[in-house]
């Protein structure tokens, strides 16, 4: 299994080893011990998710205010493209994304830490998405960005025409950050380190 860290502080993908034969296939989906090691802390995991999406689909932008709630991504059946977003305030890399794809051909996986925004789309007649989740879902902490946001210039697939009611009125970046909703990125730092093992660290 490979972890790198991608250019969004907080981010990393994973890149599981794939091992094939004549029945079909097995790879480990998580390590703890592997991601401990990139990423210098344990996952706790509090909930998992599952969602079903078909072509035409945009779920996102979504965060959770701080202490926040991190992500780990597969796509267990079809593809997607998972965008994330960096929203925390005062982050070198303040409003810049990473697109990546994930699917069941590459069985990659995406890590986000608290603080990041994210969203996806399939590029599949139909896609499933499993994650991993730090905490469990609040209404009261969650945070919605405007995934159609010309400012961010997302890109999203041609076909981007079933969207949540919640999603497509939420605010745009710019606005989220007028309106104080945006975490900031001195107070993710210093959450990152709360969770960080002396050990891997020292």
Not at 7 to 19: S, T
Not at 43 to 63: E, K, M, P, W, Y
């Amino acid at each position: 299994m490979q972890i790198r860290q991608l250019r969004v502080d907080g981010a990393f993908l994973v890149e599981p080893k794939v091992f094939h034969d004549d029945r079909g296939l097995f790879l480990e989906a998580f390590s703890q011990p592997e991601f401990q090691k990139a990423v210098g802390h344990e996952l706790s995991v509090a909930q998992v998710n599952c969602s079903v999406s078909r072509r035409g689909t945009i779920r996102g932008l979504h965060a959770t205010a701080l202490p926040g709630q991190a992500r780990y991504m597969t796509c267990p059946q079809g593809a997607i493209i998972d965008i994330l977003v960096d929203i925390r305030v005062g982050s070198p890399t303040y409003g810049e994304h990473v697109a990546v794809e994930l699917s069941a051909e590459n069985r990659n996986a995406l890590y986000l830490a608290e603080g990041l925004a994210h969203g996806f789309a399939p590029l599949t007649d139909q896609a499933t998405v499993v994650y991993l989740c730090s905490s469990t879902w609040s209404p009261d902490t969650s945070i919605q960005i405007d995934p159609l946001d010309p400012e961010l210039a997302l890109p999203w697939p041609p076909k981007r025409d079933l969207l949540s009611e919640k999603d497509l009125a939420a605010p745009s970046l710019r606005e989220a950050e007028k309106l104080g909703l945006l975490p900031d990125y001195s107070a993710c730092r210093a959450r990152y380190a709360e969770l960080e093992d002396p050990a891997l660290v020292g």
